[in-house]
């Protein structure tokens, strides 16, 4: 009698030193799988089993998956990450929210059978984790004799499956917070570049029809959340008039998500797109947020989604239309609710003609096509975006510049400027480095005009226009285009030859040319050059 009394003491300091143990555990670590693990351990040594696991509810199924135990001498069956059908004494805990004895289960259920028949177990009880009322996971305590567990047992148990509970509810909402901090913190980031940029609605300059026709459809689409697909050649201001969309929306206050799908390197875009759990590939040295969960209740704004691999191109369609992904490396689907404004300056019906392009993605994204007029098109808004610019750069670089002169002025409106509203604010820049005085002095030698030249003089600063006549004016036409065209063809070759064959990237040809890659390969493509020759 007294010795059963003394191990029935021992018994209890055991089970109390447990519950500090477990105590102990659970706020020294905020890692779930840590703390569960540590806890597994010391309950199965105290309860004398030979397994003890842990098993959450799994969100992509109507599995449990195990996510830590604890057995020595398992032959490896039951492991980590497996996904299992929970048994019927495991659904009935869970639908009680009370304890269940469990025993070997039957033939006829087949996967929960074999894995406890191939592992030797033949006894446990299966005890719901629960808090405020809900089933968070599953504490298994497993044997592989039939001794089975006393009611004092399964008393004790309940105890320790409330603290358990509590610990997987505290790591849940701390990686809760941890990711909504880490949402907000690129949010932040996103929205100080859009300051920095100084990109929004008023920075459309001009007044021209053809610009007043794209702002009145921006008025029509903006209220709505319906997608919206911008045409038009590079340096247009695509990206203007997507801010401008979102900025006339009702999801103004939400962020503004900005991808290039031209930027990112292949591999990396359904990382950039989608996010990565860490361990997904080699290099995922941490979870990482994608672009598409970043803009949940906001606006995505997809930069040259012609460029968007085709391989691609299923996963996104998907999630364009159930709002719904997975990041890789995980199988928990993810719902958001975006609005999609997509861009691109390549033709997508030909791209589709030539397999390069899904047509139903094509249909996906053609719900409202806005057409960006070339500036050649809206030639009268170029003298408001040259005084724009110029009072820009004069304010940057601390210049007063006041006049700009007519001549100054017919010869910028003369030419037909192929990169657009891009290359008019590149070769301001420019001017505005030149200009020592308060006239503004470009270098219009460089823009190759088919009616006029322009020389500056070099004593008063003054620019003054020297019209040529022309004798033949298409076959002059010709001559400057197929030098023009010349030039270009020099230009590429030179930077192909510094970048030794690189077309994309930072320290590639396009970049060094200041031009998009899909620029660059169209223009290659023309002229009939291929990298390869100056690898």
């Not at 695509?238 to 979102?246: C, D, G, S, W, Y």
């Not at 930072?506 to 660059?520: E, F, Q, S, V, Y």
Request: hydrophobic residues 40%; proline residues 5%.
């Amino acid at each position: 009698m007294r010795m059963s009394t003394e191990g029935e003491l021992r018994s209890q300091n055991e089970r109390l030193q447990l519950l500090l143990n477990l105590t102990s555990k659970i706020t020294s670590s905020l890692d779930l799988r840590e703390v569960l693990r540590a806890v597994a351990a010391i309950i199965r040594e105290v309860m004398r089993a030979d397994a003890v696991a842990v098993s959450l509810p799994d969100a992509a199924s109507a599995k449990v998956r195990v996510f830590a135990m604890d057995f020595p001498h398992g032959k490896g069956v039951i492991k980590e990450e497996l996904l299992v059908t929970p048994s019927a004494a495991v659904k009935e805990a869970i639908d009680t929210l009370r304890p269940v004895l469990v025993d070997l289960p039957k033939p006829d259920e087949p996967e929960p059978y074999e894995i406890a028949a191939a592992e030797g177990l033949k006894a446990g009880c299966s005890i719901p984790l629960v808090n405020r009322g809900r089933v968070l996971g599953i504490l298994s305590i497993l044997r592989t004799t039939e001794t089975p567990f006393s009611p004092e047992d399964v008393d004790f148990l309940s105890l320790a499956s409330g603290q358990i509970a509590i610990a997987i509810e505290n790591a849940c909402t701390y990686h809760e917070i941890s990711q909504l901090k880490d949402k907000l913190a690129l949010e932040k980031l996103y929205l100080e570049e859009e300051i920095r940029s100084e990109m929004n609605f008023e920075n459309i300059v001009g007044n021209s029809s053809p610009l007043k026709h794209v702002l009145e459809l921006v008025e029509t689409v903006a209220p709505n959340d319906s997608t919206v697909l911008l045409l038009g050649e590079t340096g247009t201001g695509k990206e203007l008039v997507a801010r401008a969309i979102h900025d006339r929306s009702r999801r103004k206050d939400r962020t503004f998500v900005k991808l290039n799908c031209a930027a990112i390197p292949t591999g990396l875009l359904e990382s950039e797109l989608f996010g990565h759990e860490k361990g997904a590939f080699t290099g995922a040295i941490s979870q990482k947020i994608g672009r598409m969960e970043l803009a949940d209740q906001g606006t995505l704004f997809l930069d040259e989604v012609g460029d968007i691999p085709f391989e691609i191109q299923p996963k996104l369609l998907r999630a364009l239309q159930e709002r719904e992904f997975e990041r890789l490396g995980s199988t928990h689907t993810r719902r958001v609710n975006i609005r999609l404004v997509a861009a691109t300056n390549r033709d997508l019906e030909k791209m589709i003609a030539d397999r390069e392009f899904r047509s139903d993605l094509y249909y996906r994204l053609h719900v409202f096509p806005i057409r960006i007029p070339p500036l050649r098109d809206r030639k009268d808004d170029i003298p408001q975006l040259v005084s724009y610019f110029v009072q820009k750069f004069a304010k940057q670089m601390q210049k007063k510049i006041e006049a700009i002169s007519p001549a100054v002025m017919k010869g910028l409106t003369t030419w037909d400027w192929p990169g657009n509203i891009r290359e008019l604010e590149n070769f301001i820049e420019r001017a505005v480095i030149l200009t020592r005085g308060r006239s503004l002095e470009p270098p219009l030698g460089e823009l190759r005009r088919t009616n006029t030249i322009v020389i500056p003089r070099t004593g008063d600063r003054k620019i003054e226009p020297v019209v040529e006549e022309k004798t033949n004016h298409q076959s002059d036409k010709a001559t400057v285009a197929d030098e023009y065209e010349g030039r270009q063809r020099d230009e590429i070759i030179r930077a192909l030859t510094a970048c030794k064959g690189r077309v994309g990237g930072a320290d590639g040809a396009a970049t060094r040319l200041g031009i998009n890659r899909t620029t660059l390969l169209a223009r290659m493509k023309k002229f009939g050059i291929y990298a390869k020759q100056y690898a």
